[in-house]
């Protein structure tokens, strides 16, 4: 059973994803959780508090579009382009939701610096799973390569919002990428 917090933080996110930040108030939350008046903002008591609940939420939800239930990905060049085309099949189709909201938080932490903290905080998490599997993968370069890859994945993820492809193989395209860098296929170090 899902606690009450995490019902409104998925709420939340459908809310952004369909109707960007202008319809997220905490009334239309507790609306579309079906929850009562006043749910939301017992857990958030600011719209800044309940955007960086949904910063914190979209942060697992996305990790789990990668790594699946067991957060686990094979530490192989073969293994990360998998978890990656996996992430943006998922955000492109079932999640696509989380994926628009994702944007949506993005656009409005450019706008609102007040919001940059809890973002780069979760992006710090996601950093750091990334930067070892990345490691442990065969990357030479780390640091150069997830940012190549993060970059990569973002704007493929963001073009096929926009403009589908319609035959989408994100694995074997972030595969090309991953070979294009020189990981050495030896997996586990």
Do not use: C, K
């Amino acid at each position: 059973m899902v606690d009450r917090r995490t019902l409104l933080l998925d709420a939340a996110l459908e809310l952004v994803g369909t109707q960007g930040m202008r319809g997220l108030t905490h009334r239309a939350v507790d609306a579309a959780a079906h929850l009562p008046p006043g749910s939301t903002s017992n857990h958030f008591r600011t719209r800044e508090a309940l955007v960086l609940g949904i910063v914190e939420r979209f942060i697992v939800r996305e990790r789990e579009m990668a790594t699946g239930p067991r957060d686990e990905v094979d530490p192989t060049p073969e293994g990360v382009a998998e978890a990656l085309g996996r992430f943006v099949d998922r955000a492109l189709g079932p999640d696509r939701m989380v994926t628009l909201a994702r944007y949506a938080i993005l656009v409005e932490t450019a706008q609102n610096p007040g919001l940059r903290a809890g973002m780069a905080s979760g992006a710090d998490q996601v950093d750091t799973w990334s930067l070892d599997l990345v490691t442990r993968a065969g990357s030479r370069d780390p640091q150069r390569d997830l940012g190549v890859l993060g970059n990569y994945v973002t704007g493929l993820v963001l073009h096929e919002l926009a403009l589908p492809s319609p035959d989408l193989d994100a694995a074997t395209r972030i595969r090309a990428v991953i070979d294009t860098l020189g990981w050495t296929s030896a997996g586990p170090r």
